[in-house]
Nanobody, 125 residues
Framework: QVQLVDYGGGLVQAGGSLRLSCTAS????????MAWFRQAPGKERELVAA????????WYEDSVKDRFTITRDNAKHTVTLQMYSLKTEDTAIYYC??????????????????WGQGTQVTVSS
């Protein structure tokens, strides 16, 4: 069984930066896609960014394009979300997620089946 631990959240002023990280442990699969989701109070969880097994394919939700960057280190079983130019609307609990894949593809948002515990990001005005 895979355990995901995500961390790095905190309180930051609008315009600031944060770096979220997620480490997988336990029975880690050799091929898996990784993603970051977020859930704001009163809203549904949404996919923010995703990265394929090789790292060659990335995807970003429109509101974070050009502000967030997702990367991964397969040797260390980690995925990172670097967030710049944060806005108050980025305030949410951020979760990393994982999905085993059979090729270097990007799963749909509903396919992710392993989750971190979440880390709170609060952006103040």
């Amino acid at each position: 069984q895979v355990q995901l631990v995500d961390y790095g959240g905190g309180l930051v002023q609008a315009g600031g930066s944060l770096r979220l990280s997620c480490t997988a442990s336990g029975r880690t699969y050799s091929n898996y896609a990784m993603a970051w989701f977020r859930q704001a109070p009163g809203k549904e969880r949404e996919l923010v960014a995703a990265i394929s097994w090789s790292g060659a394919i990335t995807w970003y939700e429109d509101s974070v394009k050009d502000r967030f960057t997702i990367t991964r280190d397969n040797a260390k079983h980690t995925v990172t979300l670097q967030m710049y130019s944060l806005k108050t609307e980025d305030t949410a609990i951020y979760y990393c997620a994982q999905r085993r894949v059979t090729n270097d593809r990007m799963p749909s948002a509903t396919e992710y089946d392993s989750w971190g515990q979440g880390t709170q990001v609060t952006v103040s005005s």
